[in-house]
Antibody, heavy 126, light 107 residues
Framework: QVQLVESGGGVVQPGGSLRLSCAAS????????MHWVRQAPGKGLQWVAA????????YYADSVKGRFTISRDNSKNMLYLQMNSLRVEDTAVYHCAKDPATMGQGVILYNWFDPWGQGTLVTVSS | EIVMTQSPATLSVSPGERATLSCRAS??????LTWYQQKPGQAPRLLIY???TRATGIPARFSGSGSGTEFTLTISSLQSEDFAVYYC?????????FGGGTKVEIK
């Protein structure tokens, strides 16, 4: 079955950097678009970033644009989120999620999420 | 940015009763609306996409309706496993945005 496992979270000071990873299995990762979505403790969901299957299209929430970079390594079935200039308000559980859009459909992204990984907690605090 | 507003924030329902959750968009999102269920300590799970299409494996007691700016998720007869937080999300425009959630609790 499809499995997404995030790692790389931790405690970092404001202004610091962190790189999150998402290991995908159970599907042909290289043919699907992917997203990062975050959830602050006790709060709702916020979409962060998206990438098409072939890396040709990337999209970011305004709150992270210029600070975060989504990337992928299709040879390793891995999705990444490089987070720089971290702020206290970036504290959240970060989930990777699979988009239904796949190669050959003529659609880059459908922009809903199924399934989600369990997430990795990022805490930005001094 | 399209703002998604869910109501009520909390819904108290007895098992076996019907639950009706609402989601409103600040501008039209056509039928590009999804619903997710999240239980404590778990990742969200896709329930409905395209406003009314149930995801694979989702029981028929879950149904979605609406278009434009007004959407509804109905759970026809609440089971114990349905008590959770439900989120709507628009996928019509960037940035993708979620509603604040409706917590369905046991009455």
């Amino acid at each position: 079955q499809v499995q997404l496992v995030e790692s790389g979270g931790g405690v970092v000071q404001p202004g610091g950097s962190l790189r999150l990873s998402c290991a995908a299995s159970g599907f042909t990762f290289s043919t699907y678009a992917m997203h990062w979505v975050r959830q602050a403790p006790g709060k709702g969901l916020q979409w962060v970033a998206a990438m098409s299957y072939d890396e040709s299209h990337t999209y970011y929430a305004d709150s992270v644009k210029g600070r975060f970079t989504i990337s992928r390594d299709n040879s390793k079935n891995m999705l990444y989120l490089q987070m720089n200039s971290l702020r206290v308000e970036d504290t959240a559980v970060y989930h990777c999620a699979k988009d239904p859009a796949t190669m050959g459909q003529g659609v880059i992204l459908y922009n809903w999420f199924d399934p989600w990984g369990q997430g990795t907690l990022v805490t930005v605090s001094s | 940015e399209i703002v998604m507003t869910q109501s009520p924030a909390t819904l108290s329902v007895s098992p076996g009763e019907r639950a009706t959750l609402s989601c409103r968009a600040s501008q039209s999102v056509s039928s590009k609306l999804t619903w997710y269920q999240q239980k404590p300590g778990q990742a969200p799970r896709l329930l409905i996409y395209g406003a009314s299409t149930r995801a694979t494996g989702i029981p028929a007691r879950f149904s979605g309706s609406g278009s434009g700016t007004e959407f509804t998720l109905t759970i026809s007869s609440l089971q114990s496993e349905d008590f959770a937080v439900y989120y709507c999300q628009q996928h019509n425009d960037w940035p993708l945005t979620f509603g604040g959630g409706t917590k369905v609790e046991i009455k």
